[in-house]
């Protein structure tokens, strides 16, 4: 699991892991290919986020090199400055399965 701010270099760390032999998956394509924006994935995100929780999970679960997944909060979802956001859940989700890297 690669946590980090945005621009602090996941992807890049991601991508070196992927030449080593890891898989690696940015899921922010995945969620602008469905859902065009992330606006409209968190206008949707009742139904949004468990398909991507279950895309996700099923990803990690694949047999073949271990996952490796990146995710960052982007900006505070309520006023007193925590950050339960789209992307925090995704890493909930995939921190519980039995597969880790």
Do not use: H, Y
Request: charged share 30%; with cysteine; aromatic share 6%.
């Amino acid at each position: 699991m690669l946590l980090g701010p945005p621009d602090s270099g996941k992807t890049s760390v991601g991508e070196e892991l992927g030449r080593l032999g890891f898989r690696f998956r940015e899921w922010e394509v995945v969620i602008l290919e469905r859902w065009g924006t992330r606006a409209e994935f968190v206008a949707n995100k009742a139904t949004a986020l468990p398909a991507l929780q279950r895309d996700i999970r099923t990803w990690i679960e694949d047999d073949g090199a271990r996952a490796v997944i990146e995710s960052a909060a982007s900006r505070p979802a309520r006023g007193d400055g925590t950050s339960p956001t789209t992307s925090r859940a995704i890493v909930g989700s995939a921190a519980n399965t039995r597969r880790r890297c």
